[in-house]
Nanobody, 115 residues
């Protein structure tokens, strides 16, 4: 079965950096585009970053362009989100997502940006 496991979240000060990982299993990782979403308290889940299966295309929400970088290692079945210059408003639970006929989500990892 499809499994997605996020890791790397934590507490960081404004201006700091974090790298999230999403370990995937149960499907052919190299054949599927992947996405990062986030959900802040009281807000709807929003798309943060998207990467095609071969990494030829990467899209970002306007709010994170220039600060976040999505990447993947198909040999390791893992997707990453490098987050720099973090802001308080980046505080959220971050989820990875894949569509393999149906949509699948990980359990999420909490990112808290606070001084």
């Amino acid at each position: 079965q499809v499994q997605l496991v996020e890791s790397g979240g934590g507490l960081v000060q404004p201006g700091g950096s974090l790298t999230l990982s999403c370990a995937a299993s149960g499907f052919t990782f190299s054949r599927h585009a992947m996405s990062w979403y986030r959900q802040a308290p009281g807000k709807e889940r929003e798309l943060v970053a998207f990467i095609t299966n071969g990494s030829s295309r990467r899209d970002y929400a306007d709010s994170v362009k220039g600060r976040f970088t999505v990447s993947r290692d198909n040999a390791k079945n893992t997707m990453y989100l490098q987050m720099n210059s973090l802001k308080v408003e980046d505080t959220a639970i971050y989820y990875c997502q894949v569509r393999v006929i149906n949509n699948y989500w990980g359990q999420g990892t909490q990112v808290t940006v606070s001084s």
